[in-house]
């Protein structure tokens, strides 16, 4: 959505309008992560589009001990 916003002589905002029509990936779960960017010059947006086909994960992989490793790749006390 998007809205035209004045500042002076005091803060008015129009009605908002929607901005974008069309599935687009959500970030991260729960996240406090924006799922999208803005260029410099506020001009273009980038964004994710969902994929048009639905796949289901074929493979789940279970890391074990994975503490123990990092432990040894990257030992407390050593930059």
């Known amino acids: 959505m ?3 916003v004045e ?3 005091a803060f008015a905002a129009a ?4 901005l974008f029509e069309g599935h687009y990936e959500t ?3 729960l996240a406090a992560v924006a ?3 803005v ?3 506020g001009q ?8 048009e086909q639905e796949s289901a994960a074929t493979q789940l992989n279970v890391v074990l001990n994975w503490s123990d490793e990092l432990r040894r ?3 407390a006390g050593k930059p």
């Open 2 to 4: 998007a809205a035209a």
């Open 7 to 9: 500042t002076t002589p």
């Open 15 to 18: 009605k908002p309008r929607l």
């Open 27 to 29: 970030g991260l779960g």
């Open 35 to 37: 799922n999208y960017d």
């Open 39 to 41: 260029s410099p010059d």
């Open 44 to 51: 273009r947006f980038l964004m994710i589009k969902a994929s």
């Open 73 to 75: 790749l990257a030992p």
